[in-house]
Nanobody, 114 residues
Framework: QGQLVESGGGLVQPGGSLRLSCAAS????????MGWYRQAPGKQRESVAI???????NYVDSVRGRFTISRDNAKNRVYLQMNSLKPEDTAVYYC????????WGQGTQVTVSS
């Protein structure tokens, strides 16, 4: 059974940076597409960044140029480097893996506030 565990969230001031990490287990990580999603209070969950099993990436317009998704197949991990954070980036961030089956992590809170 696949499992995803996120870490790295926290409280940061506007303009600051955070790096989220998602550790995968129980899946053939290298064949899975991976993604970071977020959900703010009262809003729908949205896709933030995705990376396919070939390393191709895509970003939602609101984070393009500020966030970078990457993966380390040797460590079964996917990362989200978040720079120039804004208050509107505040949300619970979730890791997702999909390739036939779909798996979600439990989420990690990111709060951007002064």
């Amino acid at each position: 059974q696949g499992q995803l565990v996120e870490s790295g969230g926290g409280l940061v001031q506007p303009g600051g940076s955070l790096r989220l990490s998602c550790a995968a287990s129980g899946i053939a990580f290298r064949v899975y597409s991976m993604g970071w999603y977020r959900q703010a209070p009262g809003k729908q969950r949205e896709s933030v960044a995705i990376i396919d099993n070939g390393g191709g990436t895509n970003y939602v317009d609101s984070v393009r140029g500020r966030f970078t998704i990457s993966r380390d197949n040797a460590k079964n991990r996917v990362y989200l480097q978040m720079n120039s954070l804004k208050p509107e980036d505040t949300a619970v961030y979730y890791c997702k893996a999909w390739q036939g089956n779909t798996y979600w992590g439990q989420g990690t809170q990111v709060t951007v506030s002064s």
